[in-house]
Structure formats: structure tokens, C-alpha cells
């Protein structure tokens, strides 16, 4: 452990929570660079991954020297750089058996086209092609994050290379699409550095939700008074998003329905962005016939004025207030929770509960009067807009507690929760 993350542990001890998670702790990546103008990205991602635990090995092509050069991407992994098949470093002058050896994962961002080229035919004429083919392929995976010009990526060529490559068992990770460096625009781009970075924990996280679709709403609502005037909460959404990306890492179709937040979306989430707690429920609706698990985190406003006003209200200088009257809005947990197929055990209902006060006690009875089988409780105000949270997990058996930590190491562990549920 680094100096670094040990002070960060002592802090979380002497704070009474579990100390963020680095996420790649132990591994060992071998970070592949071949030729290409992403190579300046792969700079970040050899610091991404070096600061979520993973021990970074690179090794370079000649091509990629051509586009940043060894110097950063020692300092940035804190080891030296392989980019001969003849370095002499090693004691039996066999970098490419030593170095594939040794990893858990080869990981070639940027993957360039002339690269997956020559890894389809086992050409083995450099470093970073050599230890490829050398690697243990059953043992050792190997990623590519392909990096190129538009016209390169759809060509015929290069997509049946692609399709051939996945065949033989590597990992090929997604294209960003927009501006290229070369002033075109399209598909073939690198993904950006916290997209791998993403995908390859993704990678490593165990598949316990496998062939799942979960659908999560998320967020708060907001129900308009008037054209610029609505009401609210302070839900900020991290739970949820927590809970999508935890559920699509461990192998879930996800969908998620979000509430006004401006968080990112996570990798390989299918994003529905609502705003009122109609809206929510119409769209969860839409997609609840599909899916086998549903977590409602969102905070739904309970209340929205009987009707928005078209215009402004203007204040007309008599001191009279407006008046305004509220109804009650639809329980999106609850109309799921009532489909056959949440009765019949097909979808599995899990809901949150916001409380101020009595956790326990107004988690079981929540649990009771929307029947649904697992019910996670939490203090409102001392969550929302939190990193961290403490959760207490309600069902037929009684309650668990899940101490405080992440949101993220959370949204993992009722994750791991849910599987058990549905295994059991
Ligand atoms: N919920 C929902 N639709 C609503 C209200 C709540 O889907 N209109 C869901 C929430 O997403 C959560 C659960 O129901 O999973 C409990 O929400 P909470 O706000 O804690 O409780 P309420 O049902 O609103 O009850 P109260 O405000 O009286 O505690």
C-alpha cells in the first residue's frame, strides 16, 4: 500500500467508515500501447488504473513511441517500460513469456487496426503482439480497446477482424463515436480513459446477476407549479446510479429511470431521463414487463399542485398569495409491486424508505404496506447528497445491517444481497 492510500485509510478509521474502495487492489494489468493518436489517453488510464490499486506493467509498440514516449508512462506506472522483445533487463532475455506470465489481465488501449490485424493471424513481430500470443490464453485475458479513423473501423476488413478476434476469446471493449484527430467524425474513436477504466472493473466483478434485466428509478421528481417554479427534494440520485452500475457490473441488463440529476451514466446503463413522478411512473411501467428485478431508489415527490399554471404567477403587489393545492401522486413502487408478475415472484421488488426517525419499526411496516420482499432503509437527511450512507436491509426474515461506507461499496453489497435473494 502506498503512502497515499494509507493516510486515506487511517482518516476513514478514525471517521468510523470503510475506507473507499480501490477498485483493481492486487491486480496486475499489462497495459498494451500500439500505434495511434490515442496513445495520450492511455497516459490517464496507466494513472486511473495505478490509482484504484492495480499494478501497471506498459509495454509499447514502435508505432505508439511515435506518439508519446516511455518517459510518462514510467513515471505515471512507476515501472519501467518494455518496448523490445530483445530487452536484456530480464534475466532470460524473455520479456514476452515473464511479463504475460504474470498478469491478470492484458489490457492494449490504444488497440490500433493494423494491431488487431496481426493478432487475428498470430503474427508475433514485436513486443506487445509476441507476449499476446505467448500469454496463457485460458489463464491470462486479453482486452482491446480499438483506436481509429472512422473509414478504418467500418471497414470490412477491420470488422471481420473484430468479429474473428472476439471468436478467438479476447475482450473487445466499445468506440466512442465523434470528432477524430484526423477532423472527420464517426465511430472508431478510443473510449476516454474512465469508460475502460469502468469496463475492465466491470470485467473483474463477479457475474451474480447474469441474464437479469434490472430496472432502477433514481433521482427526485419535480413537480412544476408554473413555468419556472416546481417542487422538489434534495435526493442527488449517487444511490442509484450506484445501484445501476453495481447491477450492470455483475452482469444485468440494466435500465434506469432518472429523476433531474446531472450525474454521469453509467457504463452500459439504457438511460430514461423523466421529470415528474407521472412521467417516472409511465416510463417504469413501460419497462417493468421486461424486467426480473426492480429497485426503486428514486425519492418520488409525494404531492404535485392540482394543476401547473402556463405563465409565471406574478405577485400583483396586493400581498395576496397564491393559492395552491396539492394532490397525491401515483407510487410507482407500489403499482409495480402489484403487477402479476411482481406477485407471482418473476420480478423481485426491492424498495428504499427515507425516514427521519425510527428506521426499523417505519422500514417494516413500508415493507409490509407496499408488499414488496426486501425493503432497504436509510436516514434521509443524513444521505441525500452523501458519498456514503448506511443502509438497513428489511425482509420476512428480519433486518441487516449494512454498516457505513460508499455508496458505491453499498450499491455492491445489495447487489450481492439481492443475488443471494433470488438463489435462495
Ligand atoms: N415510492 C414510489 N412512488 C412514490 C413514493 C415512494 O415509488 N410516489 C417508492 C420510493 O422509491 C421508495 C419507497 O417507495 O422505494 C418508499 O419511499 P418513501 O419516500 O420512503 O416513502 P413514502 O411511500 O413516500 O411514504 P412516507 O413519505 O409516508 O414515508
Known sequence: MNVAMFAVDLWCEMQGILPPMNELNGKRIVLGLTGGIACYKAAELCRAMAKEGATVQVVMSAAAEQFITPVTLQALSGRTVYSSQWDAREANNMAHINLSREADAILIAPCSADFMAKLLHGGADDLPSLLCLARPFQQVPLLLAPAMNREMWSHPATQRNVAQLRADGATLLDVGSGDQAC???????????????????????????????????????????????????LSS????????????????????????????????????????????????????????????????????????????????????????????????????????????????????????????????????????????????????????????????????????????????????????????
Open 237 to 424: 440520485g449517487k444511490m442509484g446510479f450506484a445501484i445501476a452500475r453495481a447491477a450492470r457490473e455483475a452482469g444485468a441488463q440494466v435500465t434506469m429511470i432518472a429523476g433531474p440529476v446531472s450525474l454521469p451514466t453509467p457504463r452500459g446503463v439504457a438511460r430514461h431521463d423523466v421529470r415528474s413522478a407521472c412521467e417516472m411512473l409511465d416510463a417504469t411501467l413501460a419497462v417493468a414487463p421486461a424486467a426480473t428485478i426492480f429497485i426503486a431508489t428514486a425519492a418520488v415527490a409525494d404531492w404535485r399542485p392540482t394543476s401547473s399554471c402556463e405563465h409565471k404567477i406574478k405577485k400583483d403587489g396586493s400581498g395576496q398569495l397564491p393559492e395552491l393545492r396539492f394532490v397525491e401522486n401515483p407510487d410507482v413502487l407500489a403499482a409495480v409491486a402489484r403487477l402479476p408478475r411482481a406477485q407471482s415472484g418473476e420480478l423481485f421488488c426491492v424498495g428504499f424508505a427515507a425516514e427521519s426517525h425510527d428506521l426499523l419499526a417505519n422500514a417494516q411496516a413500508k415493507r409490509e404496506r407496499k408488499k414488496v420482499p426486501l425493503l432497504v432503509g436509510n436516514i434521509g437527511p443524513t444521505t441525500f447528497g452523501q458519498d456514503d450512507n448506511t443502509l438497513l436491509l428489511v425482509d420476512a426474515h428480519g433486518a441487516t445491517e449494512l454498516p457505513r461506507a460508499s455508496k458505491r461499496l453499498l450499491a455492491r453489497q445489495l447487489i450481492v444481497e439481492i443475488a443471494r435473494r433470488l438463489t435462495a
Open 183 to 233: 477532423g472527420e467524425s464517426g465511430d472508431g474513436r478510443m473510449l476516454e480513459p474512465e469508460e475502460i477504466l469502468q469496463d475492465l472493473i466491470a470485467f473483474f466483478s463477479p457475474k451474480t446477476l447474469a441474464g437479469q434485466h434490472v430496472l432502477v428509478t433514481a433521482g427526485p421528481t419535480y413537480e412544476a407549479i408554473d413555468p419556472v417554479r416546481g417542487i422538489t427534494n
